[in-house]
């Protein structure tokens, strides 16, 4: 009986109004309310931390344990939800949502009686029109659809099939129709899983055939009817719909599952283990993107487990023929299985593990591009840079489509300061993806190349965007900081106050010696930066990176003109309220040595580990950062040697580099 194609239900807290209120509490309010705006965004850790800022400044706030409740369970955690829940009912005992969604809470822990009891009160409660009694005088306003109850009852009818009172959970269904009969259909599907669960196969079959009739696309009804002609023993028809369900969504698990049951059982051994592993790689990929990395590659690993059972199957062979399908469309599978888990393990950095996954990938499926390009990555990554070269090009030969690969090059032809080619892939990709039509600066990601030379995983969605920004690099690189400045002068004509090109073109006046234009540019980049520090991006650490080295530059170009007081004072009070903890603090070590901090011991010692491009990139950073801190202490021989040193790492990559060479034309000219 599968459950899992049951629709769920989730309330999200209403909004705030503020009434006149007492001293402090309209802080309260503004916090629960841009809580509530980042649980809206998904953006849940930022939700978390400002409703707990608005539940210290009121103790009392019923709502802001509600939303928290809210975010934490989207996080997964659903001891906290429930604690939260606990509150905000204890601040007010009438509080329908909050039983409903600790009823929710409750389910997904695997607490059904819990569960039941909470949506059986949640249905007691009819004063829904919420009070102003919070404490800290302020009130919610609030619309209540007259339709809610149905989603108890259909919440409530989703608990008895797991505690298999299949008559109860119709029951449920039946008045979920009567209160909302606009979304019957949904009530109708899960009437036919209680039915199926109770074993009326026929009415089961009959009810999901009905659902298919008024929605050809009941991605639910195919899947569940299938279900219930499995148990009748039709395993063909409960093939064809399986396939059916798969070809309108092809990451819904439980059909890959169903199928491979129903193969199984009619003597296809090796199409159930390929169903079966999809199952597998569907979770995986669902788990990824639920920032589950650990989860995934679990998943994954189950997935290519099945990889000898399946050739077993085959008897042993290749590129054999089987229900009128390639093999090698069907083993393609496992080639899958092998790259998503090797591009889980290499965001959770075990890139020697994801090396050997793309080689798998690749000896199953040779066609594979992708895996090509993340193997590429690596050996750049570990300084094999002649097989880098080979597999880009072969990915790129292999999808010539895939502008990521050649984004990825470009990372291969920095490293080797090929800066020609650099441009050229860069201008290929801004020709077939212009970064600058109909967009806006919303809508462009923070780019894959950070400050620090190192390429962030995850490639943007505007790839054009992000070959704009690695072409201003390439031209810094080939020693053309007008070039570059320009074309961040036309990238900026859209996009004023977008905080990458800021940052870009003040580097480039930093190359210059344009200090004043430099100090503009960059003290724009972190006023835009510190809006999205205190609004909570949900970027991730590689943006936040971004703003400390924002910050670590803003600095020096502050120092060459003089103000080296308030220069120090803000980097100092940056440092002390910077929010990104948990990032890589690799930066704020370099910001702190910069201040008197921390000891170039400091920097030596923790840049002693990792793949040879990252630490061939920090001896660069720790020779510059040294030649930076002597120069502004008056020592500019030391400072000559410390720059020379930090260009002889041949880390071309990374803006050290480039800015070692214009400091060192600084120092010559006095």
């Known amino acids: 009986m599968p459950t899992s194609s049951l629709t769920r239900f989730c309330v999200i807290s209403m909004l705030a109004a503020a009434l006149p209120a007492a001293a402090g509490g309209a802080d309260s309010v503004d916090l629960t309310n841009q809580g509530y705006q980042m649980l809206r965004l998904g953006a849940y850790g930022a939700a978390v931390d400002d409703l707990t800022e608005a539940i210290k400044l009121n103790p009392k706030a019923k709502y802001a344990y509600n939303d928290r409740g809210l975010a934490e369970m989207a996080m997964g955690d659903t001891d906290k939800a429930i604690a939260d829940f606990d509150k905000a009912i204890e601040f ?12 929710l809470a409750k389910r997904a822990k695997g607490d059904m009686a819990g569960a039941l009891a909470d949506f059986d009160h949640a249905l007691t409660i009819d004063d829904v029109v919420l009070d102003s009694a919070l404490g800290g005088g ?3 306003s609030i619309v209540v659809s007259p339709t809610f109850p149905a989603q108890i009852y259909n919440n409530r009818g989703i608990v008895k099939i797991a505690m298999k009172d299949f008559a109860g959970a119709i029951e449920d269904f039946n008045k979920a129709i009567v209160i909302d009969p606009e979304n019957a259909r949904t009530y109708k599907g899960n009437i036919a899983s209680a039915e199926n669960g109770k074993g009326d196969l026929s009415s089961a079959i009959a009810l999901n055939t009905g659902l298919i009739g008024d929605d050809p696309k009941n991605v639910n009804a195919y899947c569940n009817r299938a279900e219930a002609e499995r148990e009748k023993g039709g395993f063909e028809k409960a093939v064809a719909d399986y396939s059916h369900a798969i070809k309108l969504d092809r990451n819904f698990g439980p059909a890959y ?19 079966f592993a999809s199952t597998y790689s569907v979770l995986g990929e669902a788990q990824g993107l639920k920032g589950d990395p650990q989860g995934a590659i679990d998943s994954y690993t189950l997935a290519v487990k099945l990889y000898p059972d399946f050739l077993a199957a085959h008897g042993g ?26 591009l889980a393990e290499r965001n959770n950095g075990d890139l020697n593990l994801a090396r050997g996954d793309f080689s798998n990938a690749i000896k199953i499926e040779p066609s594979l591009a992708e895996a090509y390009a993340g193997r590429a990555q690596i050996e750049r990554m570990h300084g094999d840079l002649v097989h880098a070269g080979a597999d880009i090009n072969r990915a790129i030969a292999l999808d010539p489509a895939n502008l990521a690969s050649y ?4 990372q291969l032809e920095r490293e080797t300061g090929d800066w020609a080619a650099d441009i050229a892939d860069c201008d290929h990709v801004m020709s077939v993806d212009d970064p600058l039509p109909g967009r806006t600066a919303k809508q462009i ?24 920004l690695e072409k201003v690099k390439a031209e810094f690189g080939a020693g053309d900081a007008a070039a570059g400045v ?17 940052r870009a073109r003040g580097l480039g006046n930093y190359l210059k010696g344009r200090w004043r234009a430099a100090r503009y540019d960059l003290a724009k980049a972190v006023v835009e930066d510190t809006k999205k520090n205190l609004a909570g991006s949900s970027h991730g650490d590689h943006e936040f990176v971004t703003f400390d080295y924002a910050q670590i530059y803003f600095w020096i170009v502050r120092m060459h003109r003089g103000e080296g007081g308030d220069a120090d004072k803000d980097l100092a009070s940056y440092l002390a309220g910077r929010k990104n903890v948990g990032a890589d603090e690799w930066p704020a070590l370099l910001a702190g040595y910069l201040l008197g901090k921390a000891s170039l011991e400091d920097l030596q010692k923790t840049a002693a580990d990792g793949e040879p491009a990252k630490l061939r990139g920090r001896r660069c950073q720790i020779a510059f950062y040294s030649g930076v801190r002597r120069m502004f202490a008056g020592d500019p021989k030391a400072a000559s040697a410390d720059f020379h040193d930090s260009m002889a790492t041949g ?6 580099y480039q800015l070692a060479d214009a400091e060192l034309q600084g120092l010559a000219h006095g």
């Open 92 to 103: 007010y005992p009438k509080f329908q949502f909050a039983f409903f969604n600790r009823g």
């Open 138 to 140: 302020w009130a919610r």
């Open 257 to 275: 599952r169903g199928r491979g049951l129903s193969k199984m059982s009619l003597g296809d051994t090796e199409g159930g283990i390929v169903d």
């Open 317 to 342: 062979g290749s590129k054999v023929q089987h229900s009128g399908t390639d093999f090698s469309t069907e083993v393609s599978v496992f080639a899958a299985a092998y790259l998503h888990r090797g």
């Open 407 to 410: 984004l990825e090059r470009c």
């Open 445 to 468: 990601p923070f780019f894959g190349w950070e400050a620090d030379g190192e390429y962030d995983f995850e490639y943007t969605a505007f790839p054009g965007a992000d070959a704009a």
């Open 486 to 502: 320009g074309l961040c002068d036309d990238q900026l004509s859209d996009f004023a106050d977008f905080g990458p090109l800021l």
């Open 651 to 656: 880390a071309k990559g990374f803006f050290e």
